[in-house]
């Protein structure tokens, strides 16, 4: 009797170190940001063991478990937050999001711009591929640089892009006019339902809708060239990453990464 309950527990130990991956999100800059989870439920069910939202002092990291078939997950971080009253996608200067310190879980998107590490774990092929990205495609909002322990590639926009961002992308402001943020071309179009920077539209296949339509496109590309700029930057050929899910990678995502 004891030697089965004992190769139960060890079979169960297994088995959840076989099905989970140890991410960490260490916040490398000097000031306390917010970071945010959020899970696209539309697309699968599994979801990180960790709160949607929490604070993060100045080089503190949290780890924590991701489950191997996580689908269309995302983590970003919020700036200037202040949840004292009215908790919503407002408490922050950008990354806010439906329900204030902790993500609504189904409608909990950050509040655009924001610099975005994206993952679908276990997809593709047999379920064969980790894809993930730094997307700048809801904007910038702090650099990021997504790493892993089983040699894959980096994905990143590692330079802060608020200082020289084209002035009509530029913010939103801190209290000292200090820039916050840069927003995508998409964000500032006046027509985003026929736009060649949002690919909607008459723009919405890659043919139609090639990077040189996104005015500031380069701006993007050239200081973070390891990011997912606009909706089809998978062209670039170093936009959307991959990693052999047999390899069973634990990710670290970096915020304000050290040069
Ligand atoms: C947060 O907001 C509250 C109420 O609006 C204010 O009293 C408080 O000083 C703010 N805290 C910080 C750290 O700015
Ligand atoms: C991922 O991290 C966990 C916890 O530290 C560890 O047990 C596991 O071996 C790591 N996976 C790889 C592929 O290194």
């Known amino acids: 009797m004891k030697a089965t309950a004992t190769s139960a527990a060890t079979l169960l130990a297994l088995a959840a170190s076989a099905t989970a991956r140890t991410f960490t999100v260490y916040n490398a800059c000097p ?7 959020f899970t696209d439920l539309n697309v699968g069910s599994a979801t990180p063991s960790i709160e949607t ?14 489950p191997d078939n996580w689908k269309a997950g995302r983590i970003w971080a919020r700036r200037n937050c202040n949840f004292s009253s009215n908790p919503g996608p407002n408490s922050c200067a950008n990354g806010g999001c439906n329900g204030g310190l902790l993500c609504d879980p189904r409608t909990g998107t950050g509040v655009p711009p924001a610099t975005l590490a994206e993952w679908t774990l276990s997809a593709g092929e047999g379920g064969n591929w980790d894809y993930y990205d730094v997307s700048l495609v809801d904007g910038y909002n702090l650099p990021a640089k997504i790493t892993n322990n089983v040699g894959c590639a980096e994905a990143s926009c590692p330079v802060d892009l608020g200082p ?13 006019g200090f820039p916050l943020g840069c927003k995508s071309d998409c964000l500032v179009d006046k027509n985003p339902g026929n736009s060649p920077s949002c690919c909607s539209g008459s723009h919405s296949t890659p043919q139609t809708c090639p990077p040189s339509g996104v005015p500031n496109y380069n701006y993007f590309k050239k200081n973070c ?15 959307l990453f991959t990693c052999d899910a ?14």
Request: one cysteine or more; charged letters at 15%; a positive charge.
């Open 164 to 176: 020289n961002c084209p002035a009509a992308l530029k913010g939103p402001f801190d209290s000292t």
């Open 31 to 37: 000031f306390t940001i917010w970071p945010a989870v």
């Open 225 to 239: 060239p390891r990011s997912y700029v606009y909706a089809y930057d998978e062209s670039s050929g170093t936009a």
């Open 53 to 66: 939202g929490w604070s993060a002092a100045p080089y503190t990291s949290r780890s924590f478990n991701v």
């Open 246 to 259: 047999r390899k069973k990678a634990n990710y670290t995502l970096t915020f304000c990464p050290p040069p």
